[in-house]
């Protein structure tokens, strides 16, 4: 955990929170390589450019209001707003309907395929992935359950898994802190996991883009994989519709929706 990273610049030393320097790159790199998976998809520079900024701007939307869906408590309390600008208060799946439905309707107004984008916004999405769950990984957010497994990790001191299990075991502070479910690093594995079965799959296919089956094969990976880490996942705040919501209900939803896919491409 590294939850402020120091960058020296000049004879001035700046704290960046290593969630907002990770969260702020994956950004960054999609901003930066998205309008070059649009142009493979076919679309012109400024259309490439203008989808772009729609998606982005959708993606991040339905990643704020996803999270207050799933947290209705926290708006209004502790400065959290729906319209706040920041880097806190965001849900991956929130972002990817938000970013995936806009795609649905730009391939439709814009005469693309809808299957190549999405073969071709794999490794972009993976990657994206990856920086934003390694800022889990510095921030310390998104921990597991304690484990007495080998293979878990030690509960650091104040760190927010510690305060949070303080909040629930009032004499936590007198007992041996426990160790934890690196539930980041599940999940960076599932990223890891599904890219490679993609890229198995790209190989596999000649390196042809538009089947379909290459984003298929990485969003079943992916859900799937995210579906088992969720059961070891601590929600200390969440309500019991909370969990229902952001586990069966939207792993599944999101499997339906996979196999419609497979179901209906050419």
């Given at each position: 955990?590294?939850?402020?990273?120091?960058?020296?610049?000049?004879?001035?030393?700046?704290?960046?929170?290593?969630?907002?320097?990770?969260l702020?790159l994956?950004?960054i790199?999609t901003?930066?390589?998205?309008?070059?998976?649009?142009?493979?998809?076919?679309?012109?520079?400024?259309?490439?450019?203008?989808?772009?900024?729609?998606?982005?701007?959708?993606?991040?939307i339905?990643?704020?209001?996803?999270?207050?869906?799933?947290?209705?408590?926290?708006?209004?309390?502790?400065?959290g707003?729906?319209?706040?600008?920041s880097?806190?208060?965001?849900?991956?799946?929130?972002?990817?309907?938000?970013?995936f439905?806009?795609?649905?309707?730009?391939?439709?107004?814009?005469?693309?395929?809808?299957?190549?984008?999405?073969?071709?916004?794999v490794?972009?999405?993976?990657l994206?992935?990856?920086?934003?769950?390694?800022?889990?990984?510095?921030n310390?957010?998104?921990?597991g359950?304690?484990?007495?497994?080998?293979w878990?990790?030690?509960m650091?001191?104040d760190?927010?898994?510690?305060?949070?299990?303080?909040?629930?075991?009032?004499f936590?502070l007198?007992?041996?802190i426990p160790?934890?479910?690196?539930?980041q690093g599940?999940?960076?594995l599932?990223?890891?996991?599904?890219?490679?079965?993609?890229?198995?799959?790209?190989?596999?296919?000649?390196?042809?883009y538009g089947?379909g089956?290459?984003?298929?094969?990485?969003g079943?990976?992916?859900?799937?994989?995210?579906?088992?880490?969720?059961?070891?996942?601590e929600?200390?705040?969440?309500?019991?519709?909370?969990?229902?919501?952001?586990?069966?209900?939207?792993?599944l939803t999101?499997?339906?929706?996979?196999f419609?896919?497979?179901?209906?491409?050419?």
């Amino acid at each position: 955990m590294l939850r402020i990273i120091e960058v020296n610049i000049g004879n001035k030393v700046f704290e960046i929170p290593g969630y907002n320097l990770m969260l702020g790159l994956s950004i960054i790199v999609t901003i930066l390589l998205l309008p070059l998976v649009f142009s493979g998809a076919g679309l012109s520079k400024k259309k490439s450019l203008i989808s772009t900024s729609i998606t982005l701007i959708t993606a991040l939307i339905g990643a704020r209001l996803f999270f207050f869906a799933l947290y209705p408590e926290a708006i209004g309390s502790s400065g959290g707003s729906v319209f706040e600008v920041s880097f806190k208060d965001f849900t991956l799946y929130g972002a990817v309907f938000g970013a995936f439905t806009t795609v649905i309707f730009l391939s439709w107004s814009m005469k693309f395929s809808l299957y190549e984008f999405l073969d071709r916004a794999v490794w972009l999405t993976g990657l994206s992935m990856l920086l934003a769950r390694m800022g889990c990984v510095l921030n310390g957010c998104c921990y597991g359950k304690p484990t007495k497994m080998p293979w878990g990790i030690p509960m650091l001191k104040d760190s927010l898994a510690h305060r949070e299990y303080l909040q629930t075991h009032p004499f936590g502070l007198f007992m041996e802190i426990p160790r934890i479910h690196f539930t980041q690093g599940y999940e960076l594995l599932v990223i890891l996991v599904a890219l490679a079965t993609a890229f198995v799959i790209f190989i596999k296919s000649d390196k042809q883009y538009g089947k379909g089956i290459i984003a298929i094969s990485f969003g079943m990976t992916i859900t799937v994989g995210r579906f088992i880490v969720y059961f070891f996942r601590e929600f200390p705040n969440a309500s019991q519709m909370s969990d229902f919501i952001r586990g069966p209900l939207i792993y599944l939803t999101a499997f339906t929706i996979l196999f419609i896919m497979y179901a209906k491409r050419r």
